[in-house]
């Protein structure tokens, strides 16, 4: 039997998602479960696992191509009579090589003991959710013949399949091409800027086009979807931005002690761990801060948890992710789901629940060495603070006549909100009140 295993709906509703990457080539063997294939939908990049076992008969969908829910992507014969374990010695691993590029294999049919009908009478297996089941087994890989690399195979070089492709068919030697993106995977831009005539090669992965000096890449998927909902936000809420400078030299003591504590020995410990602290114990006493303006049924809903967001760059765009229930966790419990959860966001392959269901986010961009901004709210939310760069500067300290200048930490943070039910005398409170625990962390006892 051959079954063909259609796109399915990865949730939130999406109707359409791109093909990023291919796990498999023609001729493995697979089991279900097994990662099949990478797709980026308007939320984020997901893994498919396949909902069939056996061999890989054809992908019916190329890198870069953008499919609609319940389009067949793969076809998939059956196994019988094939050891579909692992073989003695593997550790499981995949060829790099072979799940993106695709080189020439044999037939599935040459495959001994491999027996393939159409029984069009059995009823069709049910599709397999995404993340659902183990995936201990990894893909196995049928024993074929592949040319010996060529210089342009680049090995232990990350490149995106449009750019392995362009590369051996040019002869450039992936080694020498020196990638632009943070992640180090070496694109098409790359062999353009290495010199290589690529005018030939539009990359399938974005559809983008260069030429002229320039490159054109769609407007799709992620990026998508994260500009149409700035712009919702920032033209429907009448945002309003207040900040405050403090010296945050006490914040940094902690971080350092924090940092040699056993308790926090498994966690990364950052600034940004106390401010987010200091911002859920400050709802306590400003829970309209947590709350949301519903246009539709004309209410103030007020949360009575906190998922706290966190705003983070990805190569494919703004991701949200957000901390369940953050409001009830100990600081230890806290560092770690952050940390997590911006590790997961920044290979772009955050799963969508985790971006759904913010209450309150915060976007650091103190690491970009930035003092400050007004920062747009979450969609779904009401306000949004922002944690610029902690940064040494003289500062005057004590009073009368112990007033004095010292070098001192220093940071801002602004907070944006929507105007239309958190008036300033909120907003207001609400700041000082982060600021306060962040000048002094002790201060946390009086929330």
Same mark, same amino acid.
């Given at each position: 039997?051959?079954?063909?295993?259609?796109?399915?709906?990865?949730?939130?509703?999406?109707?359409?998602?791109?093909?990023?990457?291919?796990?498999?080539?023609?001729?493995?063997?697979?089991?279900?479960?097994?990662?099949?294939?990478?797709?980026?939908?308007? =939320?984020?990049?997901?893994?498919?696992?396949?909902?069939?076992?056996?061999?890989?008969?054809?992908?019916?969908?190329?890198?870069?191509?953008?499919?609609?829910?319940?389009?067949?992507?793969?076809?998939?014969?059956?196994?019988?009579?094939?050891?579909?374990?692992?073989?003695?010695?593997?550790?499981?691993?995949?060829?790099?090589?072979?799940?993106?590029? /695709?080189?020439?294999?044999?037939? !599935?049919?040459?495959?001994?003991?491999?027996?393939?009908?159409?029984?069009? &009478?059995?009823?069709?297996?049910?599709?397999?959710?995404?993340?659902?089941?183990?995936?201990?087994?990894?893909?196995?890989?049928?024993?074929?013949?592949?040319?010996? *690399?060529? @210089?342009? %195979?680049?090995?232990?070089?990350?490149?995106?399949?449009?750019? $392995?492709?362009?590369?051996?068919?040019?002869?450039?030697?992936?080694?020498?091409?020196?990638?632009?993106?943070?992640?180090?995977?070496?694109?098409?831009?790359?062999?353009?800027?290495?010199?290589?005539?690529?005018? #030939?090669? !539009?990359?399938?992965?974005?559809?983008?086009?260069? %030429?002229?000096?320039?490159?054109?890449?769609?407007?799709?998927?992620?990026?998508?979807?994260?500009?149409?909902?700035?712009? &919702?936000?920032?033209?429907?809420?009448?945002?309003?931005?207040?900040?405050?400078?403090?010296?945050?030299?006490?914040?940094?003591?902690?971080?350092?002690?924090?940092?040699?504590?056993?308790?926090?020995?498994?966690?990364?410990?950052?600034?940004?761990?106390?401010?987010?602290?200091?911002?859920?114990?400050?709802?306590?006493?400003?829970?309209?801060?947590?709350?949301?303006?519903?246009? @539709?049924?004309?209410?103030?809903?007020?949360?009575?948890?906190?998922?706290?967001?966190?705003? !983070?760059?990805?190569?494919?765009?703004?991701?949200?992710?957000?901390?369940?229930?953050?409001?009830?966790?100990?600081?230890?419990?806290?560092?770690?789901?952050?940390?997590?959860?911006? %590790?997961?966001?920044?290979?772009?392959?955050?799963?969508?629940?985790?971006?759904?269901?913010?209450?309150?986010?915060?976007?650091?961009?103190?690491?970009?060495?930035?003092?400050?901004? @007004?920062?747009?709210?979450? *969609?779904?939310?009401?306000?949004?603070? #922002?944690?610029?760069?902690? =940064?040494? /500067?003289?500062?005057?300290?004590?009073?009368?006549? &112990?007033?004095?200048?010292? *070098? $001192? &930490?220093?940071?801002?943070?602004?907070?944006?909100?929507?105007? $239309?039910?958190?008036?300033?005398?909120?907003?207001?409170?609400?700041?000082?009140?982060?600021?306060?625990?962040?000048?002094?962390?002790?201060?946390?006892?009086?929330?």
């Amino acid at each position: 039997m051959v079954n063909e295993f259609k796109l399915p709906d990865v949730g939130e509703g999406l109707t359409e998602a791109e093909i990023v990457e291919w796990h498999v080539a023609v001729g493995d063997v697979i089991k279900v479960n097994d990662p099949v294939c990478d797709i980026e939908t308007a =939320k984020s990049v997901v893994e498919l696992p396949s909902p069939y076992a056996g061999v890989v008969q054809e992908l019916l969908v190329e890198v870069g191509a953008e499919v609609q829910v319940g389009t067949p992507i793969i076809r998939i014969g059956d196994s019988v009579g094939l050891d579909t374990s692992p073989p003695s010695g593997s550790d499981g691993s995949t060829d790099g090589e072979a799940s993106t590029d /695709q080189p020439s294999v044999e037939p !599935a049919s040459e495959v001994s003991g491999v027996e393939t009908n159409t029984a069009p &009478d059995e009823p069709e297996k049910p599709l397999t959710l995404v993340g659902y089941g183990s995936k201990e087994d990894a893909v196995v890989r049928r024993t074929r013949t592949v040319s010996a *690399p060529t @210089a342009s %195979a680049g090995t232990g070089v990350l490149a995106k399949p449009s750019a $392995r492709k362009a590369a051996r068919e040019l002869g450039v030697d992936l080694a020498t091409v020196v990638p632009e993106r943070p992640d180090g995977v070496i694109t098409i831009a790359d062999l353009h800027s290495a010199g290589a005539d690529v005018s #030939s090669f !539009a990359p399938p992965e974005h559809g983008s086009t260069v %030429a002229e000096g320039e490159r054109r890449e769609p407007i799709k998927g992620l990026r998508k979807q994260m500009g149409q909902a700035m712009v &919702d936000s920032a033209f429907t809420l009448p945002h309003v931005t207040i900040w405050t400078t403090l010296d945050v030299t006490r914040t940094s003591e902690l971080v350092g002690e924090l940092k040699s504590d056993r308790d926090f020995a498994e966690v990364r410990v950052s600034p940004l761990l106390i401010v987010a602290k200091a911002a859920l114990l400050a709802m306590r006493r400003t829970p309209i801060i947590n709350s949301w303006w519903d246009e @539709a049924a004309q209410e103030i809903v007020f949360k009575e948890y906190v998922n706290l967001g966190i705003a !983070a760059a990805t190569p494919r765009g703004l991701q949200v992710p957000n901390v369940k229930g953050a409001d009830r966790m100990s600081l230890v419990e806290l560092g770690a789901a952050i940390n997590e959860l911006t %590790a997961t966001a920044r290979t772009g392959k955050t799963p969508p629940a985790d971006q759904a269901g913010g209450t309150f986010t915060i976007t650091n961009i103190g690491p970009f060495g930035i003092d400050g901004g @007004a920062p747009i709210i979450n *969609p779904g939310e009401s306000a949004i603070l #922002s944690v610029g760069a902690f =940064k040494r /500067q003289p500062w005057i300290v004590g009073t009368g006549d &112990d007033e004095r200048i010292e *070098p $001192r &930490d220093v940071c801002t943070l602004a907070l944006s909100f929507d105007h $239309r039910h958190i008036d300033g005398e909120a907003g207001s409170r609400y700041l000082a009140d982060v600021a306060k625990i962040v000048g002094d962390p002790s201060t946390a006892l009086l929330f």
